[in-house]
């Protein structure tokens, strides 16, 4: 099971209604969670504090509390005077403050910080922050004095997530084990065993009866842990077990005042799993299931593909007591719903559109929107009625910089490339193999990728810079399912392709890769299916022709015709002079007949009947003597019978 990545988000403590999140890059985005509207983007500087690593909501007073004159009761702010912060950990260890009223960096807390990037920051509602580092230390913040005010080792493995304990006013911190520590006294009370892979997410809750309980899910188990806070024991075994489909990267949970528990993870897959429990009812005996799972697809009308739900949050409302608020998208485009899910089905869909869609529409109804005013806008100007007021000449080269880049692609040639031999120079095939892919040009595409020069093709590809790869893959695929001639130089490309950007398209996306490759791999295998075909009729024609050639050599000449020699003393005169043959000179002569076919046929007949007819006259005669001789006989007879 591969490793879920670790999101940093969190929903502001005023109901929810704003949303922070951190993309890889380090950008903090704030979302309206009711109108869908991205309120702020801020980059924080590289060179002041780095990218951000870390997140937590902090809401402040914007003036200390008075005493009123006539009733001597101390009357606290108000809500509306309440400033809404997020205190950010970065990659260089400093921790900041960031103000949505004024969108930047109202106040960086001085010290020394941490020695390394900040993995996790908390608040504990009452002007402290507390911090965990890449150097396995912890560190306290104060915000009235805006400084660190202690610090702690927490190590030897590296922390990821903390969570603040109120009551007993501890830290759990979490890396493999379950550590907790006192805030006060910067000493270990009591660990938990913790998982077998570092923990994704953190989360706490307080019951009824004062209990705290801290929740847990790592990288690598589908599962999550409850453990109970006593600050008793070492090694402490989990409380409670909830099982999920996948690894889970969010959490949410919430306590109510008649003791039920609501448990709420996002997957890695983009689901939702909400848990129905009681709090004094929590067993390690057994591994409770979800009571409902949440699934987002996208409203398609060719296929649909599931939507991605990024965290989840658990609203308090007595009109809808089991509402749930989720978004869904991605880190940079995202939309927020309120739902209440049907806990009567095991699984709730919920078709949506895609975040990345509406997007879309909106971004072209802005665009033409702005196209129809500049429209309106456009004065009618004739250029032979413009004065200019400098005196210098309109230069040329200006003109030429407004050419459109699509423009200045159309005019590249190629045979400006090309050899005498035709072949295209291999220092300038990686720059066409990009204008090609990235304008998507047929011919230049043509031109680039039907080399079979081995040696180009991987001088070209050392060369090509890594968000090429992906487009060429694309390319190869649709011209494995052209021409042979296309197909060999394709397979070629392939070939060395896979060879030298193992790395690169092992680290991409794997579905994507999967889909292409498998046309690859389909077509290779129906190549191979036409192979024993192709070879039995090869053969076939083969032993055919084989045989013709074989037929045609047996005694014949160019001419069709048949040649006999034979020995003059062998020749039949009589069959000479009924032929009236004349060249017969000498006693040495060479006597060649040349007869068609049908001539030797009706000749050998001629000869056949002769040789019957004196057969017959042969057995005639010869049963004429045998009477003569029996007559002979009978006179003798006679005679003698008469003496």
Not at 242 to 258: G, I, K
């Amino acid at each position: 099971m591969s490793v879920a990545k670790k999101h940093v988000l969190g929903f502001s403590s005023n109901g929810g209604k704003l949303f922070a999140v951190i993309d890889e890059q380090g950008v903090l985005r704030i979302w309206d969670t009711e109108t869908n509207a991205l309120k702020q983007e801020f980059t924080p500087g590289i060179l002041v504090s780095g990218p951000c690593t870390a997140l937590t909501w902090v809401t402040l007073g914007a003036e200390r509390p008075k005493k009123s004159r006539k009733s001597q009761q101390t009357q606290q702010i108000s809500t509306a005077s309440e400033k809404l912060y997020i205190a950010l950990g970065t990659q260089k260890g400093k921790v900041v403050l960031y103000s949505l009223a004024t969108g930047s960096i109202e106040r960086t807390l001085s010290g020394d910080g941490h020695n390394g990037a900040v993995t996790s920051i908390t608040y504990d509602n009452d002007g402290h922050l507390y911090t965990v580092g890449a150097d396995s230390r912890a560190l306290a913040w104060s915000l009235a004095e805006e400084r660190c005010t202690g610090e702690w080792s927490v190590g030897p493995e590296k922390p990821l997530n903390i969570a603040y304990l109120p009551k007993s006013r501890t830290l759990a911190v979490a890396s493999r084990q379950i550590k907790i520590y006192d805030v006060d006294t910067k000493e270990l009370v009591e660990t938990c065993t913790g998982h077998s892979g570092e923990v994704n997410a953190i989360g706490s809750f307080t019951c009824s009866n004062n209990v705290e309980y801290v929740i847990t899910t790592a990288k690598m188990e589908r599962i999550i842990s409850f453990w109970k806070m006593n600050k008793k024991g070492r090694n402490k075994a989990s409380t409670c077990t909830l099982l999920m489909e996948d690894v889970a990267h969010s959490l949410a949970c919430e306590v109510r005042e008649d003791g039920d528990l609501r448990v709420a993870s996002v997957t890695r897959n983009g689901n939702i799993h909400i848990y129905l429990l009681n709090v004094d009812s929590l067993s390690s005996e057994k591994y409770i299931k979800p009571k409902v799972s949440l699934q987002i697809a996208s409203d398609g009308a060719d296929t649909v593909e599931p939507i991605y739900a990024l965290a989840a949050h658990f609203v308090h409302d007595a009109q809808r007591p089991h509402e749930i608020l989720f978004g869904y998208g991605t880190r940079s485009l995202l939309q927020f719903e309120r739902y209440s899910p049907n806990y009567g089905e095991k699984l709730n869909v919920i078709v949506r559109t895609d975040p990345k869609k509406l997007y879309t529409k909106k971004q072209r109804a802005d665009q033409s929107g702005s196209a129809e005013a500049l429209k309106m806008k456009t004065p009618v100007v004739r250029k032979k009625e413009v004065e200019y007021n400098s005196a210098l000449p309109i230069s040329k080269k200006k003109i030429q910089n407004d050419v459109p880049m699509e423009a200045r692609l159309e005019n590249l040639s190629i045979q400006a490339t090309k050899l005498t031999d035709g072949k295209l120079q291999s220092q300038s095939k990686t720059q066409l193999l990009m204008q090609a892919l990235h304008s998507q040009d047929k011919t230049m595409l043509k031109a680039v990728l039907g080399t079979n020069d081995k040696k180009t093709i991987q001088i070209t590809l050392e060369r090509l810079p890594l968000e090429y790869v992906n487009p060429l893959v694309t390319e190869l695929s649709v011209l494995l399912q052209g021409k042979a001639a296309n197909v060999l130089c394709a397979l070629s490309w392939l070939q060395i392709l896979t060879t030298t950007r193992t790395s690169v398209l092992m680290s991409d996306d794997k579905n994507d890769l999967r889909n292409k490759l498998g046309i690859c791999l389909g077509i290779a295998e129906q190549r191979m299916l036409c192979i024993t075909e192709a070879l039995q009729v090869s053969g076939r024609v083969k032993l055919i022709i084989n045989h013709m050639k074989r037929n045609s050599s047996n005694h014949l000449n160019d001419k069709n015709v048949l040649v006999v020699e034979e020995d003059p003393d062998d020749v039949n005169t009589d069959q000479v002079a009924e032929n009236d043959w004349s060249d017969l000179e000498g006693e040495n002569i060479n006597t060649n007949l040349v007869l068609d076919d049908d001539e030797m046929e009706a000749d050998d007949d001629v000869a056949a009947d002769e040789e019957d007819l004196v057969m017959t006259q042969e057995s005639s005669e010869d049963e004429d003597d045998n009477d003569d001789d029996d007559e002979d006989e009978d006179a003798s007879d006679t005679d003698a019978s008469a003496g």
